[in-house]
């Protein structure tokens, strides 16, 4: 019998960057950076940032250093990981996080948490959640290592915790900030307490900074990560992304065709947007987006920042549906008049789009994706069954 991978490492003060073991890794240049996001933006499932916010952050990484992935087979079992976030609604039109807020999130965690750190991963795959920390690392000298909380985007903070809420003894660490000053709304904060409370302190710092912060949160040891996060996620986001770029010469449903084809997918609808419910509550997006596929079928989508039901119905929205996919399952848009995928802020009445749903077994999934309770949140939120479908 062996033992459980330890949860909370061996820590100290230290500064960033000051971590006690060093690897190699593969140098990251901007055509990862543009696969990344490609890739991330269809795992983002509606949610997960965007595009153009990881590209920007992702090249202006490469541009202040070089930052390097490695795999978490590389680093000692000890090895202290810190998750890098953004948490916040993608619609908020009040947001303002700049780069200098993701590196000072990191500062705050060594600083007021008094610890050391060998490495950085992200919550989840998005537009721009799959490159978050990699401006830190250039930064910082430290390594992105890839296993993210979770191989999908995700609503909640808790969700993309690799399940650290179901363990007794957890403390979680977390360090926000962001928000415009000339308006009043800069926001910086460190907590240390339970992860549920601590995520919910977040949130409300979000949406006391307009709508988003940037998050440095929860050290775990990298034997922890290697059986409760997603690793490999950040590989299967370039390569989603590289399968997209090389078919954009032959247009927009060849892009999404691509994508389809590296998730063993379906595209179950094609078609107009003909409704949009949007909301934010609590601080995230939650709402409903109607396609017509056809002049029967019409696809529901209801989000909540990402997508979480698809439903198949008939002309009369109050008539039966169909359910086709479910959280965690994967459903994703994509404008069919470029192929590039869309998050749930972006779909407006009118837009053309594909809808993809691929099937969970072929996502990279984190451990907080198996616990029904987080699942029950969802239903909560949007009014949608979750839970008996999954």
Not at 2 to 19: C, R
Not at 92 to 114: M, N
Not at 186 to 210: H, N
């Amino acid at each position: 019998m062996t033992d459980a991978p330890s949860v909370t490492p061996p820590i100290g003060p230290s500064a960033p960057g000051g971590g006690h073991r060093s690897v190699n890794g593969r140098a990251l240049d901007a055509g990862a950076v543009e696969a990344a996001v490609l890739g991330g933006a269809v795992l983002g499932g509606g949610g997960g940032g965007t595009i153009e916010a990881g590209r920007r952050n992702g090249l202006l990484a490469v541009e202040m250093g070089v930052p390097r992935l490695v795999e978490i087979d590389d680093l000692p079992p000890d090895a202290v990981l810190v998750t890098m976030s953004a948490v916040g609604a993608p619609a908020a039109t009040a947001q303002r996080v700049l780069p200098i807020h993701y590196v000072r999130t990191v500062e705050l965690l060594v600083q007021r948490g008094e610890i050391r750190i060998d490495g950085l991963i992200t919550n989840e795959c998005g537009g721009s959640a799959t490159v978050n920390g990699w401006l830190q690392a250039a930064v910082l000298g430290l390594p992105v290592v890839d296993a993210p909380c979770n191989g999908r985007a995700h609503p909640t903070g808790v969700m993309g915790s690799m399940g650290l809420h179901r363990v007794p003894e957890y403390v979680s660490l977390q360090a926000a900030a962001g928000g415009d000053p000339e308006a009043g709304r800069y926001v910086e904060l460190f907590t240390r307490g339970s992860l549920e409370q601590a995520a919910s302190l977040v949130l409300q710092a979000s949406i006391q900074a307009g709508g988003l912060v940037a998050v440095a949160r929860n050290p775990v040891a990298a034997s922890y990560a290697r059986e409760h996060a997603a690793p490999g996620a950040i590989r299967q986001s370039m390569t989603i992304g590289r399968a997209m770029l090389a078919s954009r010469g032959a247009g927009p449903e060849a892009t999404v065709e691509a994508a389809r084809e590296a998730l063993h997918g379906e595209v179950v609808a094609r078609g107009e947007v003909v409704d949009v419910r949007l909301e934010t509550v609590g601080g995230l997006d939650v709402g409903l987006i109607r396609v017509r596929a056809d002049e029967r079928q019409v696809a529901e989508l209801a989000f909540w920042n990402e997508y979480v039901s698809l439903d198949l119905v008939g002309p009369d929205p109050d008539g039966p549906a169909q359910r086709v996919g479910t959280f965690p399952d994967l459903l994703a848009t994509f404008d069919l008049t470029t192929g590039q995928p869309l998050s749930s802020a972006e779909v407006a009445v009118g837009k053309r789009v594909a809808v993809l749903h691929v099937h969970r077994q072929h996502l990279i999934l984190g451990a907080s994706m198996r616990d029904p309770e987080l699942l029950r949140s969802i239903e909560q939120a949007t009014g949608r069954e979750v839970v008996r479908y999954t």
